[in-house]
Nanobody, 123 residues
Framework: QVQLVESGGGLVQAGGSLRLSCAAS????????TGWFRQAPGKEREFVAA????????YYADSVKGRFTISKDNAKNTAYLQMNSLKPEDTAVYYC????????????????WGQGTQVTVSA
């Protein structure tokens, strides 16, 4: 059974940075696309970023383009979301996911989900 475990969340001031990690069981990221989503209180879950299994294709939500970078290390079975220039509106629970392709993930088509990690950005 595939498990995705996020870490790296926390409290940061606006303008700061955080790097989220997503550790996967097995070599899933060698065969699956990986994605990040977030859900703020009272709001629906929204797509943030996705990366193809090859690592060559990326998709980003307009709200994070130029600030967030998705990456992965297949040898470590770990995906990352580097978040820079954080804003209070980035506050949310961030979820890692794996799916068949980055375009599908951008349409919320995920096969596996993590449990989430809280990111709080103070003004």
């Amino acid at each position: 059974q595939v498990q995705l475990v996020e870490s790296g969340g926390g409290l940061v001031q606006a303008g700061g940075s955080l790097r989220l990690s997503c550790a996967a069981s097995g070599g899933i990221f060698s065969n699956y696309a990986t994605g990040w989503f977030r859900q703020a209180p009272g709001k629906e879950r929204e797509f943030v970023a996705a990366l193809s299994w090859s690592g060559y294709s990326t998709y980003y939500a307009d709200s994070v383009k130029g600030r967030f970078t998705i990456s992965k290390d297949n040898a470590k079975n770990t995906a990352y979301l580097q978040m820079n220039s954080l804003k209070p509106e980035d506050t949310a629970v961030y979820y890692c996911a794996a799916g068949r392709g980055p375009r599908g993930l951008s349409n919320y088509e995920a096969d596996y989900w993590g449990q989430g990690t809280q990111v709080t950005v103070s003004a």
